[in-house]
């Protein structure tokens, strides 16, 4: 049995933070999440939730609150944040490693219309609204957001 010992510049595994940020459509009691496509980073052109880098004595909920206000001008209320879980990604192609937090926040259908791109760099086209079984069709997912739909429940986005 061999294994793959990647040459990295990472020196450390990393802790990244993404947020399943959704709301209840009230036509059709659907369940929507916020996704956008990947750019000018590792997984460029992939499906992803918002979100980005734990930051030193940052803990999980303050992590997505600033994460999610940079990336798409919405204010999360911090109780409202929860954590479901974390999945260990390790990206042998892009020579990574992160442990990915996955938070989640519910929020009324009316604050939608905040939502724009605040970092377009970072960002192909605009910010969607999806469901569970459109996002499960996006090709390609960002590799931990593609790891938790395959091993999560996801009941809760129904």
């Known amino acids: 049995m061999s294994t793959i010992t990647p040459v990295s510049t990472q020196k450390d595994v990393l802790v990244g933070v993404g947020c ?46 600033r994460e999610i206000e940079e990336e798409t001008n919405l204010i999360l209320p911090l109780k409202d944040i929860k954590m479901l879980t974390a999945t260990n990604n390790i990206m042998h192609v892009e020579k990574k490693h992160y442990v990915t937090i996955f938070m ?8 939608i219309a905040d939502v724009k791109v ?16 459109e996002l499960k069709k996006k090709d390609p997912l960002f590799s931990p957001l593609q790891k938790f739909v395959n091993e999560q429940d996801l009941t809760f986005l129904n």
């Open 20 to 65: 399943f940020v959704t709301h209840t459509d009230s036509k059709t009691g659907k369940t929507h999440i916020l996704v956008g496509q990947r750019a000018g980073s590792h997984g460029a052109g992939t499906w992803q939730l918002p979100g980005g880098h734990l930051e030193m004595f940052e803990d999980f909920e303050t992590c997505a609150k």
């Open 104 to 111: 989640w926040c519910h929020i009324p259908e009316a604050a």
């Open 118 to 133: 605040m970092e377009p760099h970072k960002l192909q086209g605009e910010w969607q609204w999806l469901t569970i079984d």
